[in-house]
Nanobody, 123 residues
């Protein structure tokens, strides 16, 4: 059974940092392109970062580029999202995803989703 489990969300002040983790099980981690999506209340889910399988290339949505860093640890089958200089508009539920490609910063053909972790940026 494939499972993706996000953690690391919480409440942070503007300008602060959080690091999200997505631990995976039941899948061959290196076979998948991995990415992060987020969904704010009233908005559609949007992709924000995608990591390729083996080339090390990563892609970011313009609104997070330079502030967020996606990385993957194959040994521990874990995906990370380091988020710095957080803004109130970053408030959303964050999801990790495993798919078959990166359509720029969006993970393509998502096969598996995590359950999400809430990030709230507020003073």
């Amino acid at each position: 059974q494939v499972q993706l489990a996000e953690s690391g969300g919480g409440l942070v002040q503007p300008g602060g940092s959080l690091k999200l983790s997505c631990t995976t099980s039941g899948l061959i981690f290196d076979d998948y392109y991995m990415g992060w999506f987020r969904q704010a209340p009233g908005n559609l889910r949007e992709g924000i970062a995608c990591s390729t399988r083996s080339t090390g290339r990563v892609y970011y949505k313009t609104s997070v580029e330079g502030r967020f860093t996606i990385s993957r640890d194959s040994a521990n089958k874990t995906l990370y999202l380091q988020m710095n200089s957080l803004k109130p508009e970053d408030t959303a539920m964050y999801y990790c995803a495993a798919g078959s490609g990166c359509a720029s910063y969006e993970t393509d053909n998502v096969a598996y989703w995590g359950q999400g972790t809430q990030v709230t940026v507020s003073s």
